[in-house]
């Protein structure tokens, strides 16, 4: 059984493979994966707000337990806070139960080495071969079992240390900003981020209930952040994800800003002040064209990644680059961070739009994008890209784009749908070929 995907395990909660007795045996073999030396080794657990968190968090932690690990739970925290958490307190691995963006009803498994970094393919691939195997022979003794406890200082070390990334000198005194937690991990750690350094806070989607994740909120739904923005006369508006590890933004007028823009705005300061490192930076197929249009006018690069911020982060750390990220709002800062944060990129991007007498929506476009749509197809059985009349829908799509644009089909790594992405200089032509392919798919499976 193949158990992670583009970023970690995800499933329907409390059925194959996101059961209880998976999240044991997970845990278990990652504990036997990562017990390394004679020393008393630690796991750092945290999660988001879905109700089927109590269930992982406890099947996990028997597991880790079971091989002899302390478990240190954090509860309810951001993404980038458990990999934060697993460097600053000499962790073995760190493990955040969430299903990102997804709706309540499901739930995932990300993991992260010692060092806060998302684990390689290859770990992944042991890990899930220990999994199918017989673990028995790796149970600890009885006198050696693990113990659990409550991290209590979790929130506070998290607060300050994103707060400690807030340029120098810089303040958000002045600035109203209408946050949208999506009922999720950050719903207390981040209005307090913000208003500690000076803001004026309007707080939504902080009241999670155990359903209500991304429910019409969030990244993922930001409608109502941009509603309210509008609504409070706010100067911006910031939302999460479910897990925190991603932002978009709204400009003054309601508009919403995407992390093309959103990186292009942070590496082009950076590049002002000589803090850009890698001559450029990182995004993934994703990014829209006008992004390296912009890069290049600038001198600088853009280098492309496959789908996920874990590749994203790889291509970082191997070319020296510091600024990297994807169009959905993951933006990776490795000057501060291993992975995507959502909090520390808002703390830039305040920054820059606090020291610039221009609004949100003069300074947050930063280049017109081409003319770019996206259409998630379901599919339930079958490989349907193979079919013949889908790799023809395709070649003719590249044909008629002529070389001035982009296609690109992928099936999602973490939910069962093909996704359908096509850019071009005309909007008409590349709705047109998104249709064609579309439906040539769905014919595909009938």
């Keep these: ?58 099947a996990l932690s028997a597991g880790f337990l079971s091989m002899g690990m302390d478990v240190f739970l954090v509860g309810p925290m951001p993404t980038p806070a458990v990999a934060m958490l697993t ?40 890990i899930e071969a220990r999994v199918q195997g017989d673990m028995d022979t790796g149970l600890a003794a009885p006198a050696h079992l693990g113990r659990a406890k409550r991290v209590e200082d979790a929130q506070g070390r998290y607060i300050e240390f994103v707060k400690q990334t807030f340029p120098r000198g810089a303040s958000l005194e002045g600035l ?27 707080v939504i989607g902080a009241s999670p209930d155990g359903f209500n994740i991304n429910a019409g ?38 508009k919403l800003v995407d992390g093309d823009q959103l990186m292009a705005l942070i590496a082009g300061r950076w590049a002002d002040i000589g803090a850009l490192k890698g001559g450029g930076l990182v995004a993934t197929v994703m990014s829209n064209m006008g992004l390296e249009h912009y890069l290049r006018g600038r001198g600088l690069t853009l280098e492309r990644t496959p789908v996920g911020d874990r590749y994203v982060v790889e291509r970082m750390r191997g070319g020296g680059f510091n600024v990297g990220g994807e169009q959905s709002g993951h933006i990776v800062l490795s000057d501060f961070g291993t992975t995507g944060d959502g909090l520390v990129a808002a ?100």
Aim: hydrophobic share 40%.
């Design 1 to 58: 059984m193949k158990l992670f995907g583009t970023d970690g395990i995800r499933a329907t909660a409390n059925t194959p493979p996101m059961t209880a007795d998976m999240a044991l045996r997970v845990g278990q073999a990652a504990a036997l994966h990562f017990n390394r030396g004679d020393h008393r080794h630690r796991v750092v657990i945290g999660k988001d707000t879905r109700l089927s968190g109590y269930m992982i968090e406890q």
């Design 217 to 254: 909120c969030g990244s993922t739904h930001p409608e109502a952040l941009c509603r309210r923005v509008c609504e409070e006369g706010a100067d911006v508006g910031i939302t999460l994800d479910g897990d925190a590890d991603r932002i978009l933004v709204s400009d003054e007028k309601g």
């Design 347 to 446: 703390l830039q991007i305040l920054a820059i739009l606090g020291a610039q007498d221009k609004s949100a929506s003069d300074l947050f476009r930063i280049f017109d994008p081409l003319p770019q749509h996206l259409r998630n197809v379901r599919f339930s059985n079958g490989k349907p890209l193979d079919a013949p009349a889908v790799r023809g829908a395709i070649a003719d799509g590249e044909k008629r784009l002529g070389g001035r644009g982009r296609l690109l089909i992928r099936k999602s790594g973490t939910e069962p749908l093909i996704r359908v992405m096509a850019e071009g200089e005309d909007e008409h032509v590349i709705r047109g070929i998104i249709d064609t392919i579309a439906q040539a798919i769905e014919r595909a499976q009938s």
């Design 176 to 202: 109203k900003v209408v946050l949208d937690c999506a009922h999720g991990a950050a719903y207390k750690v981040a209005p307090e981020v913000l208003w500690e350094l000076g803001a004026e806070v309007v």
């Design 87 to 126: 460097r600053s307190m000499r962790a073995d691995i760190g493990v955040m139960i969430s299903a990102s963006h997804n709706p309540y009803a499901d739930n995932g498994i990300k993991l992260f080495g010692p060092d806060g970094h998302k684990l390689s393919d290859a770990v992944e691939h042991e």
